[in-house]
Nanobody
């Protein structure tokens, strides 16, 4: 069983920054790829960033150069550093992993970017 808990969301002005941690339970964290998704009101959930167990990363085109995903295996935590945020990125941000064929989601953290 894996539990994911996101935090760090809040209200930020356009152009601002936030860092979202996602704490994961379970000793298998270091072996799993971790992902950040977001879901804006009325829109489908979209993949934002991925980090593999070896630390390789990949990003949605819309966030390349502004978002950074990282992980601290000693703390069982994955991070999403976001800079130059714009109001269109207002959404609930979720972390995600797949373990033993099961998909796990956190409860999400709200990010609101004001114009």
């Amino acid at each position: 069983q894996v539990q994911l808990v996101e935090s760090g969301g809040g209200l930020v002005q356009a152009g601002g920054s936030l860092r979202l941690p996602c704490a994961a339970s379970g000793s298998i964290f270091s072996r799993n790829a971790m992902r950040w998704y977001r879901q804006a009101p009325g829109k489908q959930r979209e993949l934002v960033a991925v980090i593999t167990s070896s630390g390789s990363t990949n990003y949605a085109d819309s966030v390349k150069g502004r978002f950074t995903i990282s992980r601290d295996n000693a703390k069982n935590t994955v991070y999403l550093q976001m800079i130059s945020l714009n109001p269109e990125e207002t959404a609930v941000y979720y972390c995600n992993t797949i373990s033993d064929g099961r998909i796990y989601w956190g409860q999400g953290t709200q990010v609101t970017v004001s114009s």
